[in-house]
């Protein structure tokens, strides 16, 4: 059986069509036999934060997330809050500390918030794990059952760029909310009338920020240790303004659900987004995670409406003969992008419309990115210089640049 031919439980939970989800996220079909390290798709995304109590709420409120599951003291897990949210096939998992002792401290002390583990399904964890130990991968944790009344999940991690980790995961045995320990959780929060039901169905891509010199080793790790193929998409010298660059390459998983582009900075006069990221999340880390949407629009407008902040486009993006050229026909009227700085990328595959929001923390580090997919299988490559003078202005004004 091809993978191409078969949703994730979650994605099947989520209501998700095979034909909706290859234009969302461009799923291609793969031979999952010949792949040394079979991933099926996302798992879940766990975040740490200064305080998960709050974050749930604001993942709920803003983003339009459900809860779904929580761990905490009440089940004895005395260290650290645990919170389960989703939002079509995407769960994130939020975790902060309750004990003062905790390591979640220290990891937060350092980081900040950000995402602590890119969690993967995959039907064969020891498959998997035999494989990353024999290419040199690191493994944090060795395959293990974890039980409960809803049946048995298994489990292994392996170490992927700076503290950030891939917990591989088989739930084909469970059908409980979330993992064993946890309890199903709901919250009183009520979706505002006339509002959408969610406002991202998927998560399409995770891009990782890692240090000068050190993306093709990472490349090489995702290719080696876990079978990921490049994807066309590179960005080299030729993508950089004046001041600050960065140098990219995408790897992807067989049916291309998970995709990593990965980044470095490249040199520039002064310091590069990829720098400030490195910086202040004090190692590489997950710079952002773009989530697919079918209707850019109105996700950007509620989004919007419930206070959260997006990168500015300059007018000159829209109204520049030769980007309104490269933009050519979309499904809406160019002023509609206008209006709220929704940038076009185009290749010969068709188009996409993404936009970028400002950090979510404190710390110039993780955003978000919202992407609606018209059969490119790109990430934005031609809007990077438009991304970019609109990254500067921001540096500037909190003077890191
Ligand atoms: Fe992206």
Redesign the pocket.
Same mark, same amino acid.
């Given at each position: 059986m091809s993978l191409h031919e078969t949703l994730t439980d979650q994605e099947k939970l989520a209501g998700l069509q095979l034909d909706e989800l290859q234009q969302l996220v461009g799923l291609v079909e793969y031979d999952e036999a010949s792949d040394p390290f079979p991933v099926t798709g996302w798992d879940s995304i766990t975040w740490i934060c200064g305080n998960a109590t709050q974050a749930a709420v604001y993942f709920q409120l803003a983003f339009g997330m459900e809860l779904i599951a929580y761990r905490g003291p009440e089940q004895g897990q005395r260290d650290y809050h645990s919170y389960v949210l989703k939002s079509g096939a995407i769960r994130f998992v939020l975790n902060g500390a309750v004990d003062p002792a905790s390591s979640l401290i220290a990891h937060h002390a350092k980081h900040g918030d950000g995402v602590i583990d890119i969690a993967l399904e995959v039907p064969d964890v020891d498959k998997c794990i035999a494989h990353a130990e024999r290419m040199g991968a690191t493994v944090i944790a060795a395959p293990e059952d974890f039980t409960d009344e809803h049946g048995t999940v298994r489990m292994a991690a392996i170490a992927a760029y700076g503290e950030t980790r891939h917990t591989l995961v088989d739930r084909s045995r469970y059908t409980g909310a979330y993992l064993p320990g946890y309890v199903e959780r709901t919250s009183s929060v009520v979706r505002p009338e006339g509002s959408p039901k969610r406002l991202f169905q998927a998560l399409d #891509?995770i891009?990782g920020n890692v240090e000068l010199g050190k993306m093709d080793e990472w490349v090489e790790f995702y290719n080696k240790v876990m079978g990921f193929t490049n994807m066309a998409e590179f960005i080299g010298d030729d993508i950089a303004t004046d001041y600050s660059a960065l140098m990219s390459k995408v790897v992807a998983n067989g049916n291309h659900r998970v995709k990593f582009?990965l980044n470095e900075p490249a040199v520039g006069k002064k310091k590069s987004q990829i720098d400030e990221y490195l910086e202040f999340y004090q190692g590489p880390g997950a710079q #952002?995670l773009?989530l697919a949407t079918n209707d850019i629009l109105t996700t950007v407008d509620e989004l919007r409406a419930r206070g959260i902040e997006f990168l500015d486009t300059p007018a000159s993006y829209y109204e520049d003969p030769q980007l309104r050229a490269r933009i050519g026909e979309v499904r809406v009227p160019i002023e509609e992008l206008q209006k709220r700085g929704i940038l076009v990328d185009r290749d010969e595959d068709g188009y996409l419309l993404?936009i970028f929001t400002k950090p979510i923390g404190d710390r110039p580090t993780v955003f978000f990115?919202f992407?609606e997919r018209h059969g490119s299988l790109g990430?934005?490559k031609g809007n990077f210089q438009a991304l970019f003078e609109a990254i500067e202005r921001e540096q500037e004004r909190r003077g890191n640049f």
């Amino acid at each position: 059986m091809s993978l191409h031919e078969t949703l994730t439980d979650q994605e099947k939970l989520a209501g998700l069509q095979l034909d909706e989800l290859q234009q969302l996220v461009g799923l291609v079909e793969y031979d999952e036999a010949s792949d040394p390290f079979p991933v099926t798709g996302w798992d879940s995304i766990t975040w740490i934060c200064g305080n998960a109590t709050q974050a749930a709420v604001y993942f709920q409120l803003a983003f339009g997330m459900e809860l779904i599951a929580y761990r905490g003291p009440e089940q004895g897990q005395r260290d650290y809050h645990s919170y389960v949210l989703k939002s079509g096939a995407i769960r994130f998992v939020l975790n902060g500390a309750v004990d003062p002792a905790s390591s979640l401290i220290a990891h937060h002390a350092k980081h900040g918030d950000g995402v602590i583990d890119i969690a993967l399904e995959v039907p064969d964890v020891d498959k998997c794990i035999a494989h990353a130990e024999r290419m040199g991968a690191t493994v944090i944790a060795a395959p293990e059952d974890f039980t409960d009344e809803h049946g048995t999940v298994r489990m292994a991690a392996i170490a992927a760029y700076g503290e950030t980790r891939h917990t591989l995961v088989d739930r084909s045995r469970y059908t409980g909310a979330y993992l064993p320990g946890y309890v199903e959780r709901t919250s009183s929060v009520v979706r505002p009338e006339g509002s959408p039901k969610r406002l991202f169905q998927a998560l399409d #891509h995770i891009v990782g920020n890692v240090e000068l010199g050190k993306m093709d080793e990472w490349v090489e790790f995702y290719n080696k240790v876990m079978g990921f193929t490049n994807m066309a998409e590179f960005i080299g010298d030729d993508i950089a303004t004046d001041y600050s660059a960065l140098m990219s390459k995408v790897v992807a998983n067989g049916n291309h659900r998970v995709k990593f582009p990965l980044n470095e900075p490249a040199v520039g006069k002064k310091k590069s987004q990829i720098d400030e990221y490195l910086e202040f999340y004090q190692g590489p880390g997950a710079q #952002h995670l773009a989530l697919a949407t079918n209707d850019i629009l109105t996700t950007v407008d509620e989004l919007r409406a419930r206070g959260i902040e997006f990168l500015d486009t300059p007018a000159s993006y829209y109204e520049d003969p030769q980007l309104r050229a490269r933009i050519g026909e979309v499904r809406v009227p160019i002023e509609e992008l206008q209006k709220r700085g929704i940038l076009v990328d185009r290749d010969e595959d068709g188009y996409l419309l993404q936009i970028f929001t400002k950090p979510i923390g404190d710390r110039p580090t993780v955003f978000f990115e919202f992407i609606e997919r018209h059969g490119s299988l790109g990430f934005g490559k031609g809007n990077f210089q438009a991304l970019f003078e609109a990254i500067e202005r921001e540096q500037e004004r909190r003077g890191n640049f």
